[in-house]
């Protein structure tokens, strides 16, 4: 089917359906409450809806973990809440794309059971099952969720692989039969009529031959895996087999989630003529705060990192592949409490975050919560909080002798119940999410922070958003012009030029808590008679000879 690539020009909004709205009263989001916020969506501006995964599950993963891909999870309904979602969005004009997870299922999906069952067991090659060596796993990798990768089968005398929580077995992609099963079920989501797919983690779907043991970095208690089964050997086969077989005959997105992606592969991944994904999600700017190590390890952001890891990636695709734009999602903490200042300065900083990322090239992808400018959350204790890989990491922590309160610092930072607290509706009750007990506590600061006050508030985060959605339907520029860093090496400034044609757009955002003055004659010429199509503060600065962006100003020129 010919590819229109309607989603060049689209926003997406990312809703995690647990958290998003609870219409049953039983404390869980659900598909009947997402129908009920769409107009609500239709408001805002955003054309693509992206679902976290709908589909029945154990809930070890919170839905990452599939028992059944062809029934919708009971705590949200059934398949006629979903046909009715689709349909209601589509009359409104808004897609609906599903994440699709495909590197593992959950060990309650029937193909698991059957596996694990007997080595003799036509399934058994659904999954990597492999003899232990010198009575241990068969290789030193470490799962991202704590512990080693390898869950030993008693039964079996084998053990199988888990990147992740260990009722999450991996799938194997060198099995023919799998792969057929993985895109008939597809293509029975596709002919539902929903617009695509976000493929969770689909660059680890190709492991290397023989599965190696990893280089056991210093203080690690495991073998990194990750150069064995991130970007694997046959990974472009794979996906080309998935075009051939399935997306090529529909007109839809589809975004891979890539951690461990660089530039060059993505150029491989999102070029059009190889037929593979639409965009990627890469985690590079993500990792910034990390520092080398692991995404515990709490580094303060260097912005000259952070802008020169933008160019790379706005340079690097333009003209051959498509960048996928964000700051949240559900494994991520809340931007504005990331980057921006989420206490005195949090209305100021969410504006200047939103316009520094919707100004730049590629689909920008809004997460629940951030268009109102949700923060992170404090839980006192370590019982609060309900996220697998939170809590494994805490024990594996505590069993190593790390003291409760440095482990909990970096949960507070970098947790990922940060941006699952439930979307704060109303200054009511549990935020109006519910009417019976949330799964999860609640952000006490939904009584200043929530969309009925955004709604009355012309001035809020809300609204800047829908004016920046206005704006990337509105001026090509935003889509297809260039990307130029200025002043690169300033501390606190992250601006950049987009050019297309005679066109020029100039994006000045003061990432800090100091006024900046700007003093470059040419940037006054280039702002003096230009449009100011965005701006915090209700006027610019704009005196003799002198530019002067107050903290956490925006503002942005159109020439
Ligand atoms: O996440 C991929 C992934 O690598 C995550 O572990 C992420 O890097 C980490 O959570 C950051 O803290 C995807 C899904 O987005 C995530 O929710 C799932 O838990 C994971 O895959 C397994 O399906």
Redesign the pocket.
Known sequence: MEQTNWWKKSVVYQIYPRSFYDADGDGIGDIAGIAQKLDYLKELGVDVIWLSPVYDSPND?NG?DIRDYYKIMDEFGTMADFDFLLASAHERGLKIIMDL?V??TSDEHEWFVRSKSGRDNPYRDYYYWRDGKEGREPNNWGS?FSGPAWEYDEASGQYYLHL?SKK?PDLNWEHPPLRKEVYRMMKFWLDKGIDGFRM??INFISKVDGLPDGAVEEGALYGNGSPYFMNGLRIHEFLREMNEEVLSKYDILTVG?M?GVRVDHAKAYTAPENKEVNMIFT?EHMGLDSGPGE?WNLEKLDLVDLKENFEKWQKGLHGVGWNSLYWN????PRIVSRFGNDREHRVLSAKMLATCLHMLHGTPYIYQGEEIGMTNVRFESIDEYKDV?TLNMYREKRGQGIPHEKIMESIYV?G?DNARTPMQWTSGPNGGFTDGTPWIGVNPRYKEINVEKALEDKDSIFYHYKHLIGLRKELDIITTGDFNLLYRSHPALFAYERRSGDEKLVVLCNFGDEEIELDEENLIHEATGAEVIVQNYKEVQLEQSRLVLRPYETVVFLK
Request: a negative charge; hydrophobic letters at 25%.
């Open positions: 993963d990452y997870v590197n593992h991202i992740f999450q969770d983690v989630e951690p985690f995404k999602n559900h494994d991520q890989e970098k990922r």
